[in-house]
């Protein structure tokens, strides 16, 4: 029994010791525009080797311990359920080494590590830094998010644009999930990631939480980026090819091409790519549609949950009042405040493109391309090739839950004039192919058609 009592002492004394050996830094990874996200890293030294990890066990505080040991052993989560791992090497008070980050996936690492001082750089390829590292030795290991289920619970209730839509059993399911996250989440990645995974299940879309100052605002003002969003390309003599890459940052550049494209009568087909444009501002499409739309377009009808419904009543809708804003900010405080609206666009005064369309889709083309895609296919004769497009269009705006954290939830509801209900039902192309073949396929029913009118 003494003997006993004494191996329980030393593994006692021995893992106390390892406890205050084991040293915890805080830090913040930045990624710009206000995109900081708080760890906890434990750095583990073997020799002149580092490995740098955030909290274990993420994925079981994240999914559940069940889905977790599945995740591991389909290789679908990383050992130990660690979201972020850094392996390096040191020289002098210089690391540099590998790491591996969701979303963004493999990238190197380069940093300098003191006694006191811990900071680095996360670079794609050989030279883009996109994100930094700072970190400072701490007592605390997490951080405490379990005031933010009731907040978030609150602004959805609020704001949603129909409680209807919240009496089901797979909101009841989110709701018990979030409880946990919020009490078991240790840093910000883990709680981030496991709450746009917990929503997937969720009947709507447009559900998301953020961490950027950046996103309270909405992207109404459609600043023009460093790098072209909008590809324009000449694929023959006839035929004119836009890649519009999302529908944000894209007026101004769609504003100089499109004239270029609907003035030059040498062009009988136009193609549309819209693969991977997860939507945007009302400025950027209501730009497009200037060049290409022969007559008024309705969009649809936006309804909120000022207006009492079931479903789609036309009589009811038709009361709503009919807008053209001039700006995806002036719609969303309409909607804010009132019952809804009928969105118009009205044909311009632009030259008008008079060939035939072809737009191309694929799963992630959702949104605000949504309704142009489904208008385009029933009003304009477009010719749609691709996917099934992702199904999530609903009015959106951000709410402050915390100094840190916004939500982005659905404000109103939306049907096409027709009565369709786009959420979670998507638009289905004329021509259903691989989304890598799209392209393809488009070129080659305009040069079938060439060929048999020559």
């Known amino acids: 029994m003494k003997v006993y009592l004494s191996l329980l002492f030393m593994l006692y004394i021995t893992y106390s010791l390892a406890q205050k050996d084991n040293v915890i830094w805080k830090s913040e990874l930045d990624f710009g525009e206000g995109v900081v996200f708080t760890t906890f890293l434990n750095i583990e030294k073997n020799e002149n080797k580092y490995v740098i990890t955030s909290p274990k066990n993420a994925d079981i505080r994240m999914v559940g311990g069940l889905k977790a040991r599945l995740g591991r052993a389909l290789g679908k989560i990383p050992n130990q359920g660690v979201l972020l791992k850094i392996e390096s090497e040191q020289n002098a008070d210089s ?7 969701p979303i963004f996936g493999d990238l190197k690492f380069k940093g300098i590590l003191t006694s006191q001082n811990f900071s680095g750089e996360f670079i794609k390829g050989d030279s883009i830094v996109i994100g930094t590292l700072e970190g400072e030795k701490s007592k605390d290991n997490h951080l405490d998010y379990s005031d933010l ?21 797979e909101w009841r399911k989110f709701k018990s999930k979030l ?11 883990e709680f981030f990631i496991g709450f746009n995974m917990i929503n997937s299940k969720l009947p709507f879309s447009h559900y998301n939480i953020f961490i950027s100052e950046e996103n309270q605002v909405d992207n109404s003002n459609e600043v023009s980026p460093v790098e072209p969003t909008v590809i324009f390309e000449e694929k023959n003599p006839k035929t ?42 009302i400025g950027a499409a209501f730009e497009l549609a200037k060049h290409i739309a022969s007559k008024d377009i309705e969009v649809g009808y936006f309804v909120t949950n000022k207006l009492e419904y079931s479903g789609f009543k036309q009589e009811l809708f038709e009361t709503l009042p009919k807008l053209q804003p001039e700006s995806t900010e002036e719609f969303s405080n309409d909607l804010m405040t009132g019952r809804g609206a009928h969105l118009i666009f009205e044909r311009s005064d632009s030259e008008i493109f008079s060939g035939k369309i072809f737009v ?5 083309t959702g949104s605000t391309c949504e309704p142009i895609v489904y208008a385009l296919k029933n009003n304009f004769d477009a010719t749609v090739i691709g996917e099934k497009t ?6 959106a705006k951000w709410f402050d839950v915390n100094e840190k954290y916004v939500l982005m939830l659905p404000i109103a509801d939306f049907y096409t004039t027709d009565g369709v209900r786009l959420d979670q039902r998507g638009v289905f192309p004329n021509i259903d192919v691989e989304s890598e073949k799209a392209l393809e396929k488009a070129l080659e029913i305009i040069n079938t058609n060439t060929n048999n009118n020559n």
């Open 95 to 101: 690391i540099h080494g590998t790491t591996k980050l």
């Open 390 to 395: 992702a199904g999530a269009m609903l009015a």
């Open 360 to 364: 191309l889709t694929n799963k992630n």
């Open 179 to 189: 409880k946990k996250l919020c009490n078991k989440s240790k840093d910000d990645i």
């Open 240 to 281: 004119a090819y836009i890649k519009i890459k999302n529908f944000s940052t894209t007026k101004q550049e769609l504003k100089e091409i499109l004239p270029k494209i609907s003035k030059n009568k040498n062009y009988k087909n136009l193609i549309v790519d819209l693969r991977d444009n997860g939507g945007g501002g």
């Open 149 to 169: 289920y009731s907040k978030i619970l609150k602004i959805t209730e609020e704001r949603i644009f129909s409680k209807n839509t919240l009496d089901n059993k």
